[in-house]
């Protein structure tokens, strides 16, 4: 169960830290709750689509309650999603959702397994989705994971039979589960697998239905019911203080990034699965029929009986006394047949060995990263603090002949200290999640080690074995190489211990947009993986672009240290599009990768390497006004990219908003999602409005329905709502409804060839009623279903105009697609016509 804990729960709660890296330190209670799961031999399968699909409730009853291995299935890394809490998008956002998933996962107990599946966004019937996930492949990785991890009992957290009600992916996860069900047994299909695994058969399936599915609680209360399991996940955990429905919600609301941060709830909480496949219990007892004991394997019954006697009559003040006897088990164990149960069970109890032992076993680096061909200094802390006897026979690290044989005792709380130089290989491996390694698609990622797939995350860059002998019989204890450090507002931190480039570079504009001819100087970082590197860049370019010097050195004494490098770049006449991307040299070695690291206190840091590039756009764009506040919301590059093409962004503090203090402004744009997350401004409003009716040019992006502040009877001067409607192709056609509106002609003339090229969507949370003040510009849908007129919509009030829009822009102008920025310049630009063609009349 890891690292949840009371304690460890108290602190998450209130102290945020990174703790995927941190060691677990177990009581007394913790250790006895593991041994009970130590004590249960089956596993339970949950499948569902996203990060935040899961249901935390029945994966932490599973658990701690039943003490089943629970894992949880998720086809995507939640890649299309959206961010509240940073600039991640895309394969970034999706590294950071499986970081929380495992974040998530160390609370309730469960595990985490991936498909390949690319999260490509909202899609609204599996048809769709499965048109752009390579189904074989996903299909296979489920089947794939299912006889890897030997499931007595699967639960889908979405309903295969109705296709078409909810998001594509959720179905479509659904569907292949239960496909999947049926072909796993069969050794003719994906037979390539079974060179790494064997055939399986659960022994059940099940739907993990609620009143919801069923259309209200009403419906439910009157459902049929007699294939329907019931199940309590708000039962109380006397060993853990905490009722497992505390442990869901702190599950739960790891997922930040999506605003999952909530209260922990207590009491009764039913649970429902619908049988699909499989006897049906006749109890409440999803492994009813399943031998879940040792005797389940052949020699475990030996085991068992050691184990079960130990939990019976635990020690809890002195929990060392069951180490002889956690030996001797962990000595029967070797000798059984079944390695599926032999691998897992093998890893809990040496687990609990350390636990009851005191014992504290740490491999740490000097330094947080390294790079081929260079040395590192790794440093051992050993630690026994019990009377047990113990033997430190060796330090061996994994893969390299690299080891130390210190063959001395372990006495009870003297601390060992020892440390070990060792040269990291020539060709060792870059860090890095591994599903970024090979260029993907849009519905797939490309892994084709078939051990990787599946794996939450890439393996530590570097493990060691701890060699400890007992009574003579040596048992090596695996334990990751971590970075250990501190801060003083912090404490003590780790982090996960990297193998870097020897240089890395990074445009910081990811989109450089060049509105006129006119050159501009980009700035290139190259960051240095090692001490005292040096060598030269060079910015390629497309054609009919001019970079000018062609190289230029750079010399860097310093890991970490970075070096500013300056390119001056000249754009075409005519509109054009690239890409240009900087290449570091060092002795004829090419470097072309930019780091990204993500670090946020909840996760443990990731350092992501991508290709180093940036997109050149040049376009010929008009635009008027210069001065525009921003009133940011869930975040969003929009003022970056708007100061791309000239505008002067001013973030505006919603507490700072009172009556005038908008006039400056030649329009104000309100971010994506602020009605939803910024809780100040439901005292803004009437402020907003006062503003659009002076005559001012307020802009409001989306917000999620009906979501927004208590107190704000409307987020418009006019009638509006907000429905669910959107259109999630982005090559969905567009009809220009209001041809002749000045929002559609200036300055810049909106065709219908302005849509070209958007990404993942054309929008999102469309109002579908509106008052008759309002004009819509746009009308769009999706295939197959009626036109959405609501993307763009406009009203005059007082002498100013208020705008709502759906529309991506969130996406459309950090891709750099032109007509968006076009479209949005003439957002910001609505009323300049009138007022300019006054000021022509005058003149």
Known sequence: MRNFWVRFLTLLLV?????????????????????????????????????????????????????????????????????LIGPELRELLGVLRTQELLAARSVDGGEQWFSRANDFGFSKHPEETLTIWDKEKVLGDVVWAIRNLKPDVIINRFDHRTPGTTHGHHTTSAMLSVEAFDLVNDPNIYPEQLEFTEVWQPKRVFFNTSWWFYGGRENFEKADKSNLLKLDTG?????????????????????????FGRLTT???????????????????????????????????????????????????????????????????????????WKKLKLVELKDLILACSGLYLEA?????????????????????????????????????????????????????????????????????????NKPWSLGMYEVNNQLMIGKAETPSAFEVDFI?????????????????????????????????????????????????????????KVRAGKDNVSGEVQLNHPEGWVVSPKTENFSIDKVGQEQILTFKVVPPSGDSEGKISPVARINGEEFDKELVEIAYA?????????????????????????????????????????????????????????????????????????????????????????????????????????????????????????SRDRVTNENAPVNILAK??????????????????????????????????????LSMNDKGESPKEGSLLIAPYGKGHYIYTGLSFFRELPAGVSGAYKLFANMLSIGKSEMKSENNVKG
């Not at 879940?292 to 020690?315: H, M, P, Q, V």
């Open 15 to 83: 102290v945020p830290f990174s703790f995927a890296q941190r060691p677990s330190k177990l009581s007394s209670t913790e250790i006895h709750h593991n041994l009970k799961k130590l004590n249960f031999l089956g596993t339970a399968l949950y499948v569902a689509a996203h990060p935040d699909d899961e249901n935390t409730r029945l994966i932490s009853y599973l658990s701690n309650h039943e003490k089943a291995r629970t894992v949880y299935l998720s086809l995507t890394r939640g890649d299309g999603g959206q961010n």
């Open 235 to 259: 039962v109380f955990y006397p060993e853990l203080g905490l009722s497992n429905n505390e442990i869901a919600a702190v599950a739960s609301s790891q997922h930040l990034c999506q605003g």
């Open 266 to 340: 207590r009491g009764s909480q039913d649970e429902y699965v619908e049988l699909l496949k499989g006897d049906m219990p006749k109890t409440n007892n999803l492994f009813e029929g399943i031998n879940t004991t040792w005797s389940r394997i052949e020699g475990g019954k030996a085991i068992g009986d050691i184990l079960y006697g130990i939990e019976n009559n635990f020690d809890f003040t002195n929990p060392a006394t069951h180490v002889p006897q956690l030996i001797e088990a962990y000595k029967l164990l070797q000798n059984v047949s079944n390695e599926h």
């Open 364 to 436: 740490s680096a000097a330094t947080s990263s390294t790079t081929p061909n260079n040395s590192v200094e790794l440093n051992f802390e050993i630690l026994n603090r019990s009377n047990v006897a113990f033997d430190l026979k060796e330090i061996q690290l994994v893969g390299s002949s690299a080891k130390l044989s210190p063959n001395i005792s372990l006495s009870n709380n003297k601390k060992e200290n020892l440390s070990l130089d060792f040269s990291i290989a020539d060709n060792q491996n870059i860090s890095g999640p591994y599903w970024l």
């Open 468 to 524: 400890l002998s007992f009574d003579g019989f040596n048992i090596p204890f695996r334990k990751s190489v971590v970075y250990r450090f501190s801060k003083p507002d912090r404490g003590e931190l780790y982090e996960p211990f990297v193998v870097l480039p020897e240089v890395t570079t990074q445009i910081d504009e990811k989109v450089l947009i060049f509105a006129s001819n006119e050159p501009r100087n980009v700035t290139v």
């Open 602 to 722: 909840h996760i443990p840091k990731q350092s992501v390497l991508l290709t180093s590039e940036a997109k050149v756009v040049r376009m010929n764009i008009s635009k008027t006004g210069e001065h525009i506040g921003y009133i940011m919301g869930a975040g969003d590059k929009i003022p970056e990219s708007l100061e791309q093409i000239g505008y002067q962004v001013h973030l505006i503090d919603p507490n700072d908003i009172q009556s005038g203090s908008l006039e400056k402004y030649d329009a104000v744009v309100v971010g994506i999602r602020a009605y939803n997350v910024v809780e100040t401004l439901k005292f803004k409003q009437p402020f907003l409005f006062e503003y659009v009716e002076n005559g001012g040019n307020l802009i409001v992006q989306y917000n999620t329905a009906n979501r927004w502040r208590k107190q704000i009877d409307n987020i418009a001067p006019f009638e509006l709502s907000i």
């Open 740 to 777: 002749d509106h000045s929002l559609v002609n200036f300055p810049n003339a909106i065709t219908e060839g302005d849509f070209d090229n958007w990404v993942q969507e054309r929008g999102l949370y469309f109002p579908n009623q509106w008052g008759s003040e309002f004009t819509p510009i």
